[in-house]
């Protein structure tokens, strides 16, 4: 399976539209600490969004939700693993990424045959305090070279300068967050970002 080369993490649908207007043609909806209901109306939402635009959605942790909602993907970290119905998502076609950050994670990975395997943070990141160590650009090399043809998405602290050299290192997807979020424009920053993930490597 190919999937676009930016992938962009968002916290509302009205951020999936915003970006997928800009030619975003896979997007991760990532939202905490929010009602079901509340939860529900933001996928559906962002789903029709993607729909319209000929994107890919991307749920984080819901499964459930994503499942009933039709959603392309599921994204599962690794304690959602010990709870998802990994059976019954692919009963209902949605497909699956699973967060690695170590040998032991992406062998647990690897035994569910995920559709992509992400591995972070490659940079230091501001997101949210890490208990890994940054990854690096050696470690995306091991990591293509384990999964082979399945599909390797970096993420963590990654910037449109940084890009090259992260699929120049193997990576087949580079997912961004507080580049484009916290960017004073992100229209203009997810512009450069598909304009460079665009050009041969």
Known sequence: MQLPRVYPVVA??????????????????????????????????????????????????YWQLAMLEGCDFVHLGQSDLAHADIAALRRAGVRIGISTHDHAE???ALDLAPDYVALGPIYPTTLKVMPWAPQGLER????????????????GGLTVERLPGVFAAGADVAAVVNDIVGNPDPEARIAQWLATAGRPQ
Request: proline share 1%; aromatic share 2%; hydrophobic share 45%.
């Open 140 to 155: 995306i090399t091991e990591w293509k070279h384990r999964i082979g043809s399945i599909p390797l998405v970096a993420i």
């Open 12 to 61: 509302s649908a009205s951020w999936v539209g915003r970006l997928v207007s800009q030619g975003v043609r896979l997007i991760q909806l990532r939202i905490k600490d929010r009602g079901i209901d509340a939860l529900r109306s933001e996928i559906r939402e962002a789903k029709q969004l993607c729909k319209d635009a000929d994107a890919q959605l991307i749920v984080n942790d």
């Open 106 to 108: 992406l062998a647990r």
